[in-house]
């Protein structure tokens, strides 16, 4: 019975693994559009990449990951938008990243900025290309690429609205996470079930969002990529 279970255990935690890592490469292009941005993780900062004396409390990480859901979920908006023009499209999408640059900029003491700020000016630029920050196609609005946010969903895109969902998930999911990291009471067995605990309820939550055909979609795609052999 152990033996028959175990690919479904196995199969359960890839796919957390996967939604995980498609929101972090969404995050990872947004981050390439400037230093107030950054993707989370970097350089296990909590948010923030070079914080390193003057870390992020978890009140700010929580802050600033609803402001980045808010700025993709703005910036998705306005790429669905077939009403404007590529020039225009592309003016209110650097609006809208640069109001969040700003409000992130605003979340943080000014030691934190100003850290940020040297590190950034060293090595931050650097940084980016050695932490693998370049292009990738998980937020790439097109057919081919990821499908907004979710993988595999080419006939059944996500709405706006569903976007914003999956990003308010994904931010709080995330914060839930560094706030779990940053707990030093917590053993690394504790700390590591917590996580597992944490991922496995946003991976629901984004399943929820779903529609059946919707699911249906990203399933059939799973199950194409031949990961979970004998997995129905």
């Not at 938008?81 to 499209?89: F, I, Q, T, V, Y």
């Amino acid at each position: 019975m152990r033996s028959r279970f175990w690919p479904f255990v196995v199969c359960a935690a890839i796919v957390v693994a996967v939604l995980a890592a498609v929101g972090a490469q969404g995050q990872m292009r947004y981050a390439r559009r400037g230093p107030g941005g950054m993707g989370m993780g970097m350089g296990r900062a909590g948010g923030m990449p070079g914080l390193v004396n003057n870390p992020l409390t978890a009140d700010q990480v929580k802050k600033i990951a609803d402001i980045r859901a808010n700025t993709q979920a703005q910036v998705m908006s306005v790429r669905a938008d077939s009403k404007l023009s590529a020039a225009e499209r592309n003016a209110r999408i650097a609006e809208i990243r640069q109001r969040g640059h700003e409000q992130v900029m605003s979340v943080l003491t000014a030691d934190q900025r100003k850290e940020f700020e040297s590190w950034w000016s060293t090595r931050g630029r650097m940084g980016m290309r050695t932490h693998g920050m370049r292009r990738v196609g998980g937020m790439g609005g097109g057919p081919g690429r990821m499908a907004g946010m979710m993988p595999g969903l080419v006939n059944n895109p996500l709405t706006a609205e569903q976007q914003k969902k999956i990003a308010d998930i994904r931010a709080n999911t995330q914060a839930q996470v560094m706030s779990v990291r940053a707990d030093s009471k917590l053993s690394a067995a504790e700390r590591n079930a917590r996580i597992a605990e944490i991922r496995q309820r946003g991976h629901e939550q984004v399943m929820n969002v779903l529609t059946a055909d919707q699911r249906k979609e990203f399933e059939s795609w799973w199950s194409s990529r031949g990961v979970c052999p004998g997995v129905r």
